[in-house]
């Protein structure tokens, strides 16, 4: 809280770990390795419809958990600092839409937002659920199927995914795509810009469950670090920041925040 009010305005960061009290598994341990199989990357997924196949029959069990989870305590309290003028811009790793879901209004989605689609031939932009409900009607075989959830809106299941059929952009037939940014895939340049001037215009930053393992995040700390903006860290375990930062509390989010 005296870093928050001390610091007024300060930029906060978030990642995985604001988002597991939501019922979002996290995709890294403590020591910030990967917990399991990585997840799919951008090139493979434009290259190969088999990884298609296997990335939507599993998608069919493990988006409606990033749907319809709801925000948590933690995401309401940075809502309300907002508001209150302690927290400035909230940039996010995560592609859940938490932070505007609890009422937080300047917030950068750095790595896209999971709920919408894009097609990768016209760029249309269109709600995900389309995509889902064709994808039930069009797999009534894996619709049948039981599968438990997994990060990132992907699900534990095996089976013959040569058998599944994936939807195309009702525009033009083209390559749909999860409007988030993928492994292997960079930040659209505009939106680190935005990013990086709102970290600017603001005296500090707070990363937030995230161990800053990925550049994408990790830059924000090391330009804090740079204009000598103190960098507060509140997660649990060990972070890619750990050595620029003033302040590391190793400790329960929500507990913190509350
Ligand atoms: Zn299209």
């Not at 269109?126 to 894996?142: A, I």
């Not at 534990?156 to 988030?180: M, N, T, Y």
């Not at 890619?240 to 509350?258: F, H, M, Q, W």
């Amino acid at each position: 809280m005296t870093f928050l009010r001390d610091n007024a305005p300060v930029t906060v960061i978030t990642g995985a770990g604001i988002s597991t009290d939501s019922g979002i598994p996290d995709y890294r341990d403590n020591k910030g390795e990967w917990k399991r199989t990585p997840p799919v990357q951008h090139q493979d997924y434009m290259r190969s419809e088999a990884v298609r196949k296997r990335y939507w029959a599993r998608s069919l069990f493990g988006w409606p958990v990033l749907y319809h989870a709801k925000p948590n305590s933690a995401h309401y309290a940075i809502a309300e600092f907002q508001q209150q003028g302690l927290i400035g811009c909230v940039i996010t790793q995560n592609v859940d839409g938490l932070h505007q879901k609890a009422g937080a209004t300047r917030v950068i989605n750095l790595h896209g937002y999971a709920n919408d689609m894009v097609c990768m031939s016209c760029r249309e932009i269109t709600p995900r659920l389309d995509m889902h409900e064709r994808s039930l009607k069009l797999n009534p075989d894996f619709a049948a199927l039981e599968a438990t959830a997994a990060p990132d809106g992907d699900a534990d299941l095996e089976a013959d995914f040569e058998q599944f059929k994936v939807a195309g952009c009702r525009s033009c037939g083209g390559i749909l795509k999860p409007d988030v940014v993928y492994f292997g895939d960079n930040v659209p340049r505009p939106r680190v810009e935005e990013a990086q001037k709102s970290l600017e215009n603001s005296n500090a930053l707070l990363a937030i469950g995230t161990s800053l393992m990925v550049f994408s995040g990790y830059r924000f700390a090391r330009q804090a670090h740079q204009s000598n903006q103190p960098v507060a860290l509140l997660t649990l375990g060990k972070t890619r920041a750990d050595e620029l930062a003033t302040l590391k509390l190793n400790c329960s989010i929500k507990d913190v925040l509350a």
